[in-house]
């Protein structure tokens, strides 16, 4: 059986509604040990029929046989384990990866086998050194003659056992001395039992090889055997493709796909950092505003607790807009009486108010007074820390005080109790029977100290005034705030004939705190994740553009034996590795920042919670999973001849 096999092969190009016979008619068999050359002027042919040959690109007419299976019918990813295992490509210009060292250039046909990194080493080392190279392992090509960079290519061509070795025109670019040691290798290579096939259109190098093929205008022209013998069969070819499980395989290809990756973003690191940067300002902003939006929360569910749940808050006037609302006159202690009689209604406080001097001993403060009914402590759960509360229930104009913490701070210290000593209220002493904590919400925006008297006092002793301007209603649980307002309104529409008051409702209130802040974290979020967008399409950007940049390096991976899937992952894990790092400092920026908010104080603090944290990193590698598969795709669907030769 022959090794290669064409039958009738032929391939056009179409360019610009132009179709090029590149080749036509073409039948050729290679044994198995041959050393062939194809010879033809420029142009004939030569390259296209070698990369056929070498499964690199695909015949447009005609079959083309390896080891007798033909290889037409196969996908990319099976002719890539063809290049893999039995082909080692030498090409003119080299095309060895400048960024690696002679030995890492060597290596990479093995990566794409699965093989151990200490294995590949040690085999790279070895083949180097028996081309003569010992004291270049290190350099890279750049820092190597022409004739150097040709064996190291020589080398990486054997790496995964190079059964056969495609060379087109390997000698066209060095000098005589160098054309001369690398003729000799090819040779060796020949006698230990390689198929050889060498593209050249210099008859003097061709002269070198056992069989001259020629070619001319895409047909082959002559066919002659230059000695008599063909070498005998290569006997234990290095098979290096280590019997590795799949996922051993899999993850030597990924990690090497990371390494590879992380190194082109050092080399690129100021772009990469530019880029970078997109993506933190992007997860910093996403991060900052869920935790502004937590902070935020904190504050509204504090204020909505001070509403006091299922509460219905009773005014005098039509309405907030009402400018008369000051002076009207319509609410009073009996009102609060009779509804406190209703089913419907859980508990009624009158609720009036004051401002004037608060006196203990010497010292005397502004502070606010408000006169309520027990109940109010209830509504407003307002739970005494000290004392209990007023003594008389709500009906007489008892001389008793409760007091909340800032007036207890301001009078008493820390030590000294306040329970049964005389506090001084606007010009009235009062005994103080109770005290309540910290105020927090609404009322706990007045700084002044605050106390609270019984209303009947409020009214007969220090406001002189028979109305309220407010009465606080808490509905039965089992009622419903909405079903009881409605009830409170017709209550007291019918007991004073006419609707001269207005409600509010804590559950409407909370309702559209709630909406209003979750429409303002909405479009928080939405201003961060267009920034994270903008990002993201940085990225995508930046990697299209290292793809161009990288075309012939990826043909030549390709080239070697890798597959589209580890194309894809090189790339995909260059762009997460790129959002991964942006959203680690965008974290930590984030955290940096809500230290500074706690230390200047802002109104709303921003609390950077796990939740917050763990949003921002899903976030950055759903936009490095979803900006990177892109131009990973773009960069696996090329094709390796093709990636190859542009510049
Ligand atoms: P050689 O290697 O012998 O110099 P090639 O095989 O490279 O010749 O090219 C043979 C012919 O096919 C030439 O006419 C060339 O212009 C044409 N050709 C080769 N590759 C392409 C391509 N990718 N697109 C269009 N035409 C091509
Ligand atoms: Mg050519």
């Known amino acids: 059986m022959y090794l290669v096999e064409l039958r009738d092969l032929g391939r056009s190009f179409t360019l610009g509604g132009e179709t090029v016979e590149a080749l036509s008619g073409i039948n050729l068999e290679i044994k198995r040990g041959e050393f062939v050359a194809l010879v033809g002027a420029s142009g004939s042919g030569k390259s296209t029929l070698m990369n056929i040959l070498g499964c690199l690109d695909a015949p447009t007419a ?43 250039n060597v290596e990479v046909p093995a990566i794409y086998n699965g093989v151990s990194k200490s294995r590949r080493q040690a085999r790279a080392r070895r083949l180097l050194t028996q081309l003569g190279l010992e004291d270049r392992l290190h350099h890279r090509p750049m820092e190597m003659s022409g004739g150097q960079q040709q064996r190291v290519s020589i080398a990486r061509a054997l790496m995964n056992g190079g059964e056969i070795i495609l060379a087109d025109e390997p000698t066209g670019s060095l000098d005589s001395k160098s054309e001369a040691i690398v003729l000799d290798h090819l040779k060796t290579l020949h006698v230990e039992g390689h198929t050889i096939v060498m593209v050249t259109h210099d008859m003097g190098v061709a002269r070198h090889a056992d069989r001259i093929v020629e070619i001319n205008d895409g047909q082959i022209v002559s066919d002659r055997r230059n000695v008599a013998t063909v070498a005998p069969p290569l006997r234990g070819l290095v098979d290096l493709a280590e019997k590795a499980g799949f996922l051993t395989s899999f993850l030597r290809r990924t990690s090497e796909a990371a390494r590879i990756a992380f190194r082109s973003i050092a080399a690129h690191w100021l772009r990469s950092a530019l880029t970078l940067l997109g993506i933190v300002v992007g997860i910093m902003s996403v991060i900052a505003v869920v935790g502004l939006g937590e902070g935020g929360q904190a504050i509204v569910l504090d204020q909505i607790k001070s509403f006091g749940a299922n509460s219905i808050n009773i005014f005098p006037g039509t309405g907030w807009d009402d400018r008369n609302r000051g002076n009207v006159d319509t609410l009073t202690p009996d009102d609060a009486a009779a509804l406190a009689e209703q089913s419907y209604i859980d508990s009624v406080s009158p609720l009036a108010w004051d401002t004037g001097q608060l006196m203990f001993e010497s010292r005397t403060v502004d502070g606010v007074i408000r006169g309520v009914s027990n109940a109010y402590f209830d509504i407003a759960q ?39 000593e005389i506090l001084v209220v606007k010009g009235v002493p009062l005994v103080i029977v109770g005290a309540i904590g910290e105020l927090g ?39 419903g705030t909405d079903v009881g307002e409605k009830a409170v309104i017709a209550f007291l529409e019918k007991r004073h004939g006419a609707r001269d008051f207005f409600t509010s409702n804590s559950d409407r209130i909370r309702r559209s705190i709630e909406k209003t802040s979750r429409t303002l974290s909405m479009l928080l979020v939405s201003v961060g994740a267009v920034t994270l967008l903008v990002g993201g399409i940085g990225v995508m950007n930046i990697m299209l553009v290292s793809i161009t940049e990288r075309t012939n390096e990826i043909g030549l991976r390709m080239a070697v034996g890798a597959r589209t899937s580890d194309i894809m992952l090189q790339f995909l894990i260059e762009t997460l590795a790129i959002t991964i790092m942006g959203g680690c400092a965008g974290v930590a920026l984030a955290f940096g920042l809500g230290a500074l908010t706690h230390s200047i104080g802002t109104p709303i603090p921003m609390v950077i919670s796990l939740h917050a944290v763990s949003i921002g990193c899903v976030m950055a590698v759903v936009v490095g999973a979803v900006f990177g598969f892109f131009p990973a795709k773009k960069a696996a669907r090329l094709k390796p001849i093709e990636a190859l030769s542009r510049d």
């Open 382 to 420: 307002l739970p005494l820390t000290q004392g209990n509360r007023f003594t008389g229930g709500e009906n007489r104009a008892l001389q008793e005080a409760i007091i909340d913490n800032s007036t207890r701070r301001t009078f008493f210290g820390n030590s000294r109790s306040p329970i049964g």
């Open 441 to 479: 919400g609404s009322l706990g925006q007045d700084e002044r100290p605050q106390v609270f008297i019984p209303h009947i006092s409020m009214m007969s002793r220090i406001s002189g005034s028979q109305w309220l301007p407010e009465i606080v209603v808490r509905i039965s649980e089992s009622v």
């Open 62 to 104: 005609g079959t083309s046989l390896l080891a007798g299976q033909d290889v037409s019918a196969l996908g990319q990813d099976a002719l890539a384990e063809l290049r893999r295992r039995h082909f080692g490509f030498v090409f003119q210009r080299y095309h060895l990866l400048n960024s690696l060292s002679a030995v890492s």
